[in-house]
């Protein structure tokens, strides 16, 4: 049994990894992709929103999916889609935008299924293992997108055809990823019973709403956050702090190396101290970043500040997911397809919101905004709290659970 969790969870690992590589293949070859479809500046926003609202409405269906089939069943075959998706977008015809729309629908729908039947499962095996390993599958998705910013940085070099960056990715990833598949592992979804026999459904077999409403702000100020880096922290250094090109582009790498740091070492905080200790810890930093970014006299006090961001926003999201897991074990897999929409609001309304602000105001006066937000998630650090005993602050208690049986059967 031991080496069914085992298989189970470095095979979900190598999943976030593939999606990690696979979105920071995409994303940081956007000016690429426009060029070679022939999008203009003004039609370009449309096709990058669509991506996330297609998402979220794939997040929405896996919703209704998993009533019927298991999520490691949605999680192996989406992601064959999105690796196929990725080629897709590589490989169409120049300047033949339907097949962009096409390739991109296709990447957006069945994107919204992964991330949410991948977050599923992870919910699933912490609850097995009886404590916190969330982070470690988003410290494989930050490593994933180091190494897909990385190729895409090598491919944008040596001046190579999207599909041919693309190509090899797509051939390593897709089959390595069907061959993990089969050792994914369902864990048990739905109440346990802790040492003294309590039962701890709180949504009765079914999401309140109401309960899981302060997750989902957490979750869409965390992307909000994430975005504002992303998008915006080049143009920033460069020119708000008057940085060379080059130098312009090492704030966001070293956000996701500190984002990797952060998750790798995040579990055993949460053991240590609990959830809403580490929510409330990376809350203040990730705010202090924002702050140092916005008052930094040169391009590398900002450099400070985005080093910060990264240590702080990255227990953010896996903790949230984690929270509704615990909030709702009975409901586990709707609460978690329902949180996740708010991964794609934040999304959408991050970058734009930041860049209005900068332009009718300053951007300086922009990095308030985010910043301000993180800190209004510390009013809800009491919901990553739920059922504290079984995770919570280094008094991990022993619990009684069955193993879902692995995608293949075990």
């Avoid at 690992?13 to 992709?33: E, H, N």
């Avoid at 992601?79 to 080629?87: M, S």
């Avoid at 740091?261 to 579990?267: C, F, H, N, T, Y």
Wanted: proline share 4%; net charge positive.
């Amino acid at each position: 049994m031991t080496d069914v969790l085992r298989r189970g969870r470095a095979s979900l690992a190598f999943s976030f990894f593939a999606q990690g590589a696979t979105f920071a293949l995409l994303v940081t070859r956007i000016p690429a992709i426009q060029d070679r479809y022939g999008i203009s500046d003004g039609l370009l926003p449309v096709f990058l929103a669509a991506v996330p609202i297609l998402a979220g409405v794939g997040s929405v269906t896996t919703e209704q999916l998993v009533k019927r089939v298991r999520p490691s069943r949605l999680l192996r075959w989406s992601q064959p889609v999105v690796l196929l998706a990725l080629l897709g977008v590589g490989a169409g015809g120049s300047g033949v935008m339907a097949e962009l729309g096409l390739a991109l629908a296709a990447f957006g729908l069945a994107v919204g299924a992964l991330d949410a039947s991948m977050n599923m499962l992870g919910v699933s095996l912490q609850r097995t293992y009886g404590r916190s390993i969330m982070l470690s599958f988003h410290a494989a998705y930050s490593l994933g997108g180091i190494v897909g910013a990385s190729l895409a940085w090598a491919g944008a070099h040596w001046q190579l055809a999207l599909w041919v960056s693309y190509l090899p990715v797509v051939a390593v990833l897709l089959p390595a990823t069907l061959v993990g598949s089969r050792w994914y592992v369902d864990g048990d979804a739905g109440p346990v019973l802790d040492e003294v026999g309590a039962g701890g459904d709180r949504g009765g077999g079914a999401v309140v709403f109401k309960l899981l409403l302060p997750l989902c702000l957490v979750m869409t100020f965390a992307y909000i956050g994430d975005s504002t880096v992303s998008n915006w922290s080049a143009k920033y250094l460069k020119d708000v702090l008057g940085s060379s090109e080059q130098l312009a582009t090492v704030p966001y790498n070293v956000y996701m190396v500190t984002t990797l740091v952060g998750r790798a070492i995040g579990d055993f905080g949460v053991r240590r101290f609990g959830a809403a200790a580490v929510v409330r810890i990376g809350a203040l930093v990730a705010a202090g970043g924002f702050a140092v970014v916005s008052v930094a006299p040169d391009a590398w006090v900002g450099m400070l500040g985005f080093t910060l961001l990264g240590l702080g926003l990255c227990v953010l999201v896996p903790q949230t997911f984690a929270a509704a897991g615990r909030l709702f074990p009975g409901a586990s897999d709707a609460a978690i397809a329902r949180l996740n929409i708010f991964n794609y609001v934040g999304f959408l309304i991050g970058s734009p919101l930041v860049g209005a602000l900068g332009d009718t105001w300053s951007y300086r006066g922009a990095m308030l905004v985010p910043m301000v937000l993180v800190l209004v998630t510390l009013g809800y650090a009491r919901s990553f709290a739920a059922q504290p005993d079984r995770y919570g602050g280094g008094h991990e208690r022993p619990r009684t659970a069955d193993v879902g049986r692995g995608s293949n059967g075990l």
